[in-house]
Nanobody
Framework: QLQVLESGGGLVQPGGSLTLSCAASGFAVRDYGIGWFRQAPGKRREGVAC???????????YYEEAMRGRFTISRDNDENTVYLHMTGLQPEDTAVYHC???????????????????WGQGTQVTVSS
């Protein structure tokens, strides 16, 4: 069973930074596409970023356009954890951020609202002064 546990959310001022963690159990992070989607109250899920498997693919990193240049996804195989480093946060980034796991990244980024893989309960990110 593919299980992930998110952490690292919190309250941050506009322009601030946060790093989210996605700790995996029951599988190796190198073997799957792992990414993040987010959901704000009353809104649909939105893809954020994904890193492809390094054992079955080329480990490429993908970003939703609005996050490109501000967010960085990375993977630590020894820690079996994926990270999302977020900078330049704005109030519109406020949402619950979920870590998601699937063989490939496509649905995590492009179709999070019909995502059929595994995902965690999420961590709240609030950007406010």
């Amino acid at each position: 069973q593919l299980q992930v546990l998110e952490s690292g959310g919190g309250l941050v001022q506009p322009g601030g930074s946060l790093t989210l963690s996605c700790a995996a159990s029951g599988f190796a992070v190198r073997d799957y596409g792992i990414g993040w989607f987010r959901q704000a109250p009353g809104k649909r899920r939105e893809g954020v970023a994904c890193i492809a498997s390094s054992s079955k693919s080329d480990g490429s990193k993908y970003y939703e356009e609005a996050m490109r240049g501000r967010f960085t996804i990375s993977r630590d195989n020894d820690e079996n954890t994926v990270y999302l480093h977020m900078t330049g946060l704005q109030p519109e980034d406020t949402a619950v951020y979920h870590c998601a796991v699937q063989e490939w990244c496509d649905d995590i980024i492009h179709a999070p609202n019909s995502f059929s893989g595994s995902w965690g309960q999420g961590t709240q990110v609030t950007v406010s002064s």
